[in-house]
């Protein structure tokens, strides 16, 4: 089955404490991106990749790190997570940047909470 | 940066009746997709429009794009109670290339009532 796979699917850690959310695609998409979703805020992208070792920030990539060694994986870390990163966490791929013209596959989400 | 803008930001109607939300965005584009996402799931995508097409169908749903007003609308007919959840308009930019991916509007809540 074409999927893309995020673990996991709920987190709660402490302030400070280095974490790493993973995200996973079987279906040989070249373009990858994570989201974070807030209330009253809707999607906004935290970075994305266009290629293996090709990364760039999105709009909200501060305390945020990510990396793609493999096609398959881009896994998003908070090296010191901070409060004000809790929030539902989605990673998505599609064949390209414009998600043509399948759109984007996302993951079922990972709910983070630091406290 | 926020592209699209979806109207109403909530909507409740009555099962078997018509839904229609709308989307406004800013810049130009290379297409504009909807998707749809039931509570605190993955996204889902539903359909996607290019900048050179006007309406498109799948189903129950019809898409229109207006280029010229920068704004789409997504009808939903007949409505069921599975069709209650948020809906998404998503852009693809064409400035800078677009690598960024799409752009998405903070959503329509719709609500269907049995």
């Known amino acids: 089955e074409a999927q893309v796979t995020q673990n996991p699917r709920y987190l709660i850690t402490v302030t400070g404490k280095k974490l790493t959310v993973t995200c996973s695609q079987n279906m040989n998409h070249e373009y990858m991106s994570w989201y974070r979703q807030d209330p009253g805020l809707g999607l906004r992208q935290i970075y994305y990749?266009?290629?293996?070792?090709?990364?760039d920030k999105g709009d909200v990539p501060e305390g945020y790190k990510v990396s793609r060694k493999e096609k398959r994986n881009f896994p998003l870390i908070l090296e010191s997570p901070s409060p004000n990163q809790t929030s539902l966490y989605f990673c998505?791929?599609?064949?390209?940047?414009?998600?043509?013209?399948?759109?984007?596959?996302f993951g079922s989400g990972t709910r983070l909470t630091v406290v | 940066s926020q592209q699209g803008e979806e109207d109403p930001q909530a909507l409740s109607i009555q099962e078997g009746e018509n839904a229609t939300m709308n989307c406004s965005y800013k810049t130009s584009i290379n297409n504009l997709q909807w998707y749809r996402q039931n509570s605190g799931r993955g996204l889902v995508h539903l359909i996607l429009i290019r900048s050179n097409e006007r309406e498109k169908h799948s189903g129950r749903l019809r898409v229109t794009l207006d280029t010229s007003k920068k704004s789409s609308s997504l009808l939903i007919t007949a409505s069921r109670a599975a069709d209650t959840a948020s809906y998404f308009c998503a852009t693809a930019s064409i400035s800078g290339g677009g690598a960024d991916g799409l752009t998405f509007g903070k959503g329509t809540h719709l609500i269907i009532q049995p």
């Open positions: 990749s266009m290629n293996v070792e090709v990364t």
């Open positions: 998505a791929s599609s064949f390209n940047h414009r998600a043509a013209p399948h759109g984007y596959t």
